[in-house]
């Protein structure tokens, strides 16, 4: 199904609805916190480099007279900071309608997370993992709520190595992103599998943006040429940011986004456009590899849920 010309427009009334956006205070997730906050939603934007966050939500409160904006420190590299943030969130909400795991990081150098993940492993997959799991009673305790993860058009080139998950054997950053991100999506589709088994309202779906213009690549570890491309000929093609958010906002706020589905753009090769349902990468219909990495989030977090 394509959604011709679905953008922030669509969006629905959403006062008095709690949204986290991870990552909220740069490219996709500024642009998607500035829409959801623009129809009213209270937006907690988590980062974790405050001092950058907070002139960017100072930004925020320009551009949308009246949003209701908090920051919140969250480094996705710390399953601490990811307690941290929960417990902080725990007390000052009672629910929470919209999570949106957002934050990543691309192709950088070889490195671990402070609890010894493989860096793009442990940021974009199992920090996500965690914070979510320790929020399901949060968004259980709203009314239809949804989980909503933003992996990548990299997941089509990505396969999960369980052999060397953290590659310690063998490293390549664009091979560990591609991981990183097609775990993204094979945990959505376990996760709304397990919330739909174990009775609960709340909702998983993920997103990819297509070709966006972000300040994603800032972190990578590129080569001069690929800098080059990344800041000339990409910058050229690729679509605005606000446009590329539209996908996982439509996963986060239109009834008819189905539950465990994938949205990118409808463009060709999914590389720009407006939001419609994804071609789900070979990759990520695999039924043992989503149950697999499931069990071995739990076991390498130490945070269980939703069990079979």
């Given amino acids: 199904m394509s959604n011709k010309k679905w953008s922030n427009q669509n969006i629905n009334d959403l006062s008095g609805k709690v949204v986290i956006v991870t990552g909220g205070n740069s490219g996709l997730g500024y642009e998607s916190s500035k829409a959801l906050a623009s129809k009213g939603a209270t937006v907690i934007v988590a980062s974790r480099k405050l001092e950058r966050a907070g002139q960017a939500v100072e930004k925020l409160k320009t551009e949308v007279p009246g949003g209701q904006f908090e920051l919140m420190k969250l480094d996705l590299s710390s399953l601490d900071s990811v307690r941290e943030f929960v417990a902080e969130f725990s007390v000052k909400y009672e629910k929470l309608d919209i999570l949106m795991n957002n934050a990543g990081i691309m192709a950088v150098p070889a490195g671990k997370t402070k609890d010894g993940f493989e860096s793009q492993l442990g940021v974009n997959h199992l920090g996500h993992f965690a914070l979510t799991g320790l929020l399901l009673d949060k968004l259980e305790a709203a009314e239809s709520s949804r989980v909503v993860n933003v992996a990548s058009l990299a997941a089509d080139n990505g396969s999960i190595n369980f052999d060397d998950l953290m590659s310690e054997k063998d490293y390549s950053k664009f091979g560990a992103y591609s991981q990183s991100k097609l775990a993204n999506i094979l945990f959505t589709q376990e996760l709304n599998e397990r919330l739909e088994k174990a009775g609960f309202s709340t909702r998983s779906m993920v997103a990819h943006p ?99």
Avoid: C, H
């Avoid at 491309?229 to 009834?255: D, V």
């Avoid at 949205?263 to 090769?269: I, V």
């Fill in 210 to 308: 297509g070709g966006s213009k972000t300040n994603l690549a800032e972190g990578s570890d590129f080569s001069p040429f690929m800098k080059f491309l990344a800041n000339g000929l990409f910058s050229i093609i690729a679509q605005p940011a606000w446009k590329g958010a539209l996908p996982q906002l439509y996963a986060a706020t239109e009834p008819q986004a189905e539950a465990g589905a994938y949205y990118g753009p409808d463009g060709f090769n999914e590389f720009s456009g407006y939001p419609k349902k994804a071609k789900l990468p070979q990759s990520a219909q695999n039924l043992n590899a989503q149950r697999k990495l499931w069990d071995v989030s739990e076991e390498l977090t130490g945070i269980s849920y939703l069990s079979n």
